[in-house]
């Protein structure tokens, strides 16, 4: 068992450096809390997916892996 939860603490913590990898490397898509208002058009509308989006997606990804793979640690780990 605790192989299990060795294993899961390594993925965890890859987990991590990569989600703080991608979050750093996301542009900004605007300038401070009131751009939440503003209605600008776009997104997947657009055609082909851009950098920005991709990286969303991947954020998207990671930010879910990273959370199950928490409670499987702290559920094994009981």
């Known amino acids: 068992m605790s192989i299990l939860v060795a294993l ?21 898509k605007s300038e ?11 997104g997947s509308f657009r055609g082909k997916a851009g950098f920005d989006d991709i990286m969303s997606n991947y954020t998207r990804i990671i930010a879910i892996a990273w959370i199950a793979t928490a409670f499987l640690v702290g559920a094994v780990n009981r």
Do not use: A
């Open 8 to 28: 899961l603490t390594i993925v965890l913590f890859l987990l991590s450096i990569s989600l703080i990898f991608v979050v750093v490397v996301q542009n900004p």
């Open 32 to 42: 401070g809390f009131g751009s939440g208002v503003q209605n600008t058009p776009g």
